[in-house]
Structures are given as structure tokens and as C-alpha cells.
């Protein structure tokens, strides 16, 4: 049986993408011939230091209270159980190292590589370390926070040291490189529950969620899921709204600091009465919410990939975006990609006119609409599914550090 201990700053139950991910590639593949343990951030004190979730025994460590909120975890003290979780892991993991004599290393993400950096520069050389990178900021906006330009020779270490790096996307693996990374490098994307969200509802179930939403019959339901932060740019699909007849309505599916902000620029753009802001929607209900609308919107001013564009490509809708880092990947558009099978309408950064005109494109085209619908579809099936992507993670990445330490 093999080892492999996964730094990361959160685990279960506070999920995002990169969490998601863990998840769904180890409990497809843990069980066989690779053991799992995890170090992360304990962040509320009713979880236990110790727990196994699917195929990974979870150790939390680290500052904690009583069901933080998510304003708690960017504020002190929380905050700095975040800066100083590189040396608590550090110390953590080579306790655990002694008993469990690791065969690899794998940090999710760039900040959670200083840990296995300095398992490696300052404790056991040999053991290798498979950095991989989900990160959904902006790089300017990872390199410009404090807690790393404070310490920016180790980070660029932690690329420099990596000895196998595993991105997302052509974007990440990009910026890999351009940190100094010489070794090999993978792009093994996030994947989708394809069948979940590609499934059909009954019609009544359908129709009593319209009701309750209000849905009149001549109306069109925009849709993004998202937390409501600045980089998701929310904003410009609200201000697109008074470019689009009355019957354009927007459902919100997401929370985030944003959220007054947003409302209040619904006010102000006097669109309040079309914009439904629905908070969060436990994940399984939110194919049902993708179901009845009509088209999906999310102008990104950054994405290390974006699972919720593959989400709403599987589900069968038309995706407006932009193509802003890993996007890219994913959505072709007839007019900028000429030479690929169109998947989306693409939008600049910052454009609230343009995201209605391409609304526009998408309701006055329906043949032309249907047949990039469909292509989107056919690609979330054929490279998005989460069985595909665990088979590469295992053959791609795992077998190939695993084998030299044999």
C-alpha cells in the first residue's frame, strides 16, 4: 500500500472546487493500492482533530471556533491560522512521516506547497512532492497578497522544488513555468457529475420550481452559480439587464461578501424586481435551477478553471463568458475561435453591453444556438467526467511518482 499525505488549507465540510476534487479523485481510486491522509485547518472547534472522510483520514489542526462564519475566516485570529498553517503542517506531518513512512507528497494549490517545501528542504529530501494548482484568482492577485510577497524566494521555491506539477488548466500550467518549474507537468482538468447535471426532471417538479420562482411564461431566467466576490463580476450581468427587454430575469444562486453591494447596484441600475438572489442551494438542487433557465452567465475577470461552466454545459445550456485564464480551455466561440467547434459566446472583461448582445445572439439564433448547445454538451461528456479525470490523475500522475519511489 502506498502513501501519499495531501497538504490543504480546508477540507469538509467547508468544500470549494479544489476540495471537491480531492474528494472525487481519492474516493474513486483510494482503495486502490493508494492510502490517503490529509493535513488542514480545523477552522470550527465542533469538528473533530481527527475523521476519515471517504478514502482520506482527515488531521485538522490549527486556530478554531464555534461555527465561524466566512467573514470570520478573512479576519483575526482566523486569518492567521491561514498565514501560519505552512509551519503547524510542517511540524504535523513530520510527526505523522515517523509512523507512517510516506511515499509522496501532494499539496493542493501554491500556498499549501510551503509545507511540503519544507518537509523537503528541511527534514526528507528524497520524498517526492506533486504540487497541484486549482487556484481561481488572478496571479496578480495571488502574488500581490502579503503573507507571500513577505516570504516570495520560498514560493518561487515551491515551484522550483515541486518535482511534478498537476494544473487545471493551460493557464495554470502556464504560470507553472513562468515560476520556474522545469519538470513534468500534466493539465488534468476538475471534472463534473455529467450524468447529475445532464439529467431530466419530471415536469411537474419543474414546473412547481418555476412557480415558486415566478417564472411567467414569456419570461428568460439568466443563471450563474457563484460566490458573490469581485472576481466573479456579478455586477456586469446586472447592468446588462437594461439592455434586454423586461422579460430577461437573472437568478442568483451563491453568497459572498458582494451580496449588499450587489443589491444595492440592482437598485440603483433599477432592475431589483428582475434580479433573484437565492443565497446558497445545496449542490444537488442546483441542476434543477439550471434546468428551468435559459441561459448560464458568468463574465470572470479571473478562473483557474471554472467548474460551473461545465456544470451548465452538461446541463444543456447556452454559456456566456469570458475567456479570461482557464475559461479559455473550454469556451470556443464562433466569432474569436474560427477554427474550433463553437461551445459558447464569449464576452470581454467588464462589458455589461456585450453580455446582452450576445444574449441577444443566443435568443435570435436558435438553430445556431442549438448546435453550439450541443457541442458543449458532447465535450463536458467526453472530457469533463469525474471517472476520466481520476484515470489520469491515477495513470498520469500517481503511477508515475509512485513508480520511482518503488
Known sequence: MKKILIFSLAYSPFIGGAELAVKQITGRIGSDGIRFDMITLRFDSDLPKFEKIGNINVYRIGLSKKHPSAEDLVKFPMYFT?????????????????????????????????????????????????????????????????????????????????????????????????????????????????????????????SELKNKLGKKADDKYLITTSRLVKKN???????????????????????????DMLQKSAKDESVADRVIFLGMVEHQEIPKYLKISDIFVRPSLSEGMGNSFIEAMAAGLPVVATQAGGIADFLFDRERNPDKDPTGWAVGARDPRGISEQIKKITDNPEKTEKTVANAKKLAFEKYDWDLIAKDMREKVFSKILTKQA
Do not use: C
Not at 493542493?108 to 511540503?116: L, N, T
Not at 512532492?129 to 492577485?141: A, K
Not at 521555491?157 to 487545471?168: G, N, R, S
Not at 463580476?233 to 451580496?259: C, H, M, Q, W
Open 82 to 206: 491561514k498565514v501560519f498553517y505552512p509551519l503547524f503542517a510542517f511540524f504535523q506531518a513530520i510527526k505523522m512521516h515517523r509512523q507512517n513512512k510516506y511515499d509522496a507528497l501532494w499539496p493542493i494549490m501554491s500556498y499549501a506547497g510551503f509545507p511540503a517545501l519544507f518537509f523537503k528542504l528541511f527534514y526528507k529530501r528524497n520524498i517526492p512532492f506533486i504540487l497541484t494548482l486549482q487556484e481561481g484568482d488572478s496571479i496578480s492577485h495571488i502574488t500581490k497578497r502579503w503573507r507571500i510577497r513577505a516570504v516570495y524566494p520560498f514560493f518561487k521555491m515551491v515551484f522550483a522544488k515541486a518535482d511534478f506539477v498537476q494544473a487545471i488548466s493551460t493557464y495554470l500550467g502556464g504560470w507553472a513555468r513562468a515560476m520556474g518549474f522545469k519538470g513534468p507537468l500534466e493539465i488534468i482538468p476538475n471534472g463534473v457529475d455529467i450524468k447529475r447535471f445532464a439529467r431530466e426532471y419530471p415536469e411537474k417538479e419543474l
Open 233 to 259: 463580476a456579478i455586477n456586469d450581468v446586472i447592468k446588462s439587464l437594461k439592455y434586454l427587454p423586461e422579460t430577461v430575469k437573472f437568478i442568483v444562486l451563491g453568497s459572498g461578501p458582494d451580496l
